[in-house]
């Protein structure tokens, strides 16, 4: 898509020919004691799941959609995220943003707008999204974290390029994908493979989010390993427009 098109998109100001909300998923700290932050997660505004709404994504409407789905992100988080350093974690599509530069504009609008801190929110891309550009996509993952932003690679190990990807572009967080984590606690082989890519991981500076946890065992596998944050439906299950409330006992919801 040529850059007329992609800015052109965003700035005709035509909305969009569906609507959505987001939900909220929580992102532990078993170390701290308490929510690192949330992931916003899109939905439509009458129940129906994320593949609803994407399945209605297209050529004409990504650049807009990546937009309005920052914006409704923040808008929501600075009405519901208690005051101090909780995190809002915004997926994004890295083929959808044409020149950062520009296509962060609305991003950073909405956050003074909202008066929501630079340093609260992070981008997630993942490498099950077919990057037609990885040099451009190195671009953004810079400029972004230039600007403030922690960023962070999302399905870590659930395609061949995962390793290819993290040694291009050192993201502040990757998240272990949950075909990794699910089993764990029976599987050898997961194990060690957890276990090198925390070592890689923490040679390079980066931090590790283990997603998709789904029972006490595969969250004691995964302490054992030296893993501290946590996602998945062992601790909550996302909850639209509204923050939900923890279900590990001992935990604390952040205040």
Not at 34 to 49: I, K
Not at 83 to 100: C, K, Q
Not at 162 to 181: N, T, W
Not at 191 to 198: L, T
């Amino acid at each position: 898509m040529t850059k007329g098109n992609g800015c052109g998109q965003c700035r005709s100001g035509e909305p969009l020919p569906f609507t959505f909300t987001m939900a909220f998923h929580p992102i532990v700290d078993l170390e701290g004691g308490g929510v690192w932050g949330y992931e916003a997660l899109v939905r439509g505004t009458e129940g129906q799941g994320a593949g609803y709404i994407l399945g209605q994504v297209d050529d004409d409407n990504r650049y807009r959609f990546d937009q309005a789905c920052r914006t409704k992100a923040i808008e929501l988080a600075g009405g519901l995220f208690p005051a101090g350093d909780v995190r809002l974690s915004i997926n994004f599509l890295p083929n959808a943003v044409y020149e950062p530069a520009a296509c962060i504009r609305a991003t950073l609008e909405a956050a003074r707008r909202i008066g929501f801190a630079h340093r609260r929110i992070m981008f997630e891309f993942t490498e099950n999204e077919r990057m037609t550009d990885v040099v451009h996509v190195q671009r953004i993952i810079t400029d972004y974290r230039q600007r403030g932003f922690l960023t962070a690679l999302d399905d870590f190990g659930a395609g061949y390029a995962g390793l290819g990807l993290l040694a291009r572009f050192q993201p502040d967080l990757i998240k272990l994908d949950m075909e990794l984590i699910r089993g764990i606690a029976d599987s050898p082989a997961r194990r060690a493979i957890v276990s090198g890519v925390i070592g890689i991981a923490r040679a390079l500076g980066v931090a590790v989010i283990a997603e998709g946890i789904e029972t006490p065992e595969e969250l004691a596998a995964l302490r054992e390993a030296g893993i501290t944050l946590f996602q998945g439906y062992l601790f909550a299950r996302p909850m639209v427009a509204a923050l939900p409330e923890l279900s590990l006992p001992g935990m604390r919801q952040a205040a």
